[in-house]
């Protein structure tokens, strides 16, 4: 399992050196308890409300055993990052690998510190989904919906160098979510193992 987090449609992104113990998305809808005479307390159905979720864990000092992969950034740098990516006013990406968990959030607190006698930098990072809002304008004198553009697919495409599916699936779909589906496609099973000079089959 892997955990990623990208910013500005994967100009910058972090594989979490070490990963998070353990996770829990939440899912919730927003509903109402109300009472009725006659009736009593009764329980209106809302609308889904923000997924959240709380990711606990450790940027290392040194290279152990145990980290997901070597050379990645020291723990001031990634806490650096993470923290620009907080004052932006921008959502970020969070991915995890094998999982159907591929969401746009915003950086709700990011708390980190040292132990006594650790140069690792341990840190909590809480997020909330984001939703990207698609406010149509009306055609101009009619008073009418404007009709959606049309975009076409491209059936095949080549991997280029720093190519990542997401970024595949949001240039050709409009959608980065829809990297599960050309990755099912083309039978990739982790989708973070892609070549230059991949050919891709987008449906």
């Known amino acids: 399992m892997e955990f990623w987090l990208s910013y500005n449609n994967n100009a910058e992104r972090l594989q979490l050196p070490v990963n998070p113990g353990e996770f829990a998305?939440?899912?919730?809808?927003?509903?109402?308890?109300?009472?009725?005479?006659?009736?009593?307390?009764?329980?209106?159905?809302?609308?889904?409300?923000?997924?959240?979720?709380?990711?606990a864990s450790f940027f290392p000092a040194y290279n152990y055993a145990f980290c997901q992969y070597q050379g990645f950034p020291s723990p001031y740098d990634c806490v650096s990052m993470i923290d620009s990516w907080r004052l932006s006013g921008k959502p970020i990406r969070l991915l995890v690998a094998d999982t159907d968990i591929n969401m746009a959030m915003t950086i709700e607190t990011f708390e980190y510190g040292q132990k006594a006698g650790s140069a690792d930098v341990?840190?909590?990072?809480?997020?909330?989904?984001?939703?990207?809002l698609n406010i149509g304008?009306?055609?101009?004198?009619?008073?009418?919906?404007?009709?959606?553009?049309?975009?076409?697919?491209a059936k095949e495409y080549i991997v280029k160098p720093g190519d990542t599916l997401w970024m595949i699936?949001?240039?050709l779909t409009g959608n980065g979510a829809d990297y599960a589906a050309i990755a099912q496609t083309n039978g990739i099973k982790n989708p973070n193992l892609i070549y230059p000079g991949q050919k891709l089959v987008i449906k």
């Open 169 to 171: 699936a949001k240039k």
């Open 137 to 153: 304008s009306p055609t101009a004198g009619t008073g009418a919906a404007a009709r959606p553009i049309e975009k076409e697919t």
């Open 25 to 55: 998305i939440s899912k919730g809808n927003q509903n109402q308890t109300v009472n009725i005479n006659d009736v009593g307390e009764i329980n209106l159905i809302g609308k889904p409300g923000l997924s959240t979720i709380s990711l």
């Open 122 to 132: 341990y840190y909590t990072l809480s997020l909330k989904e984001y939703l990207f």
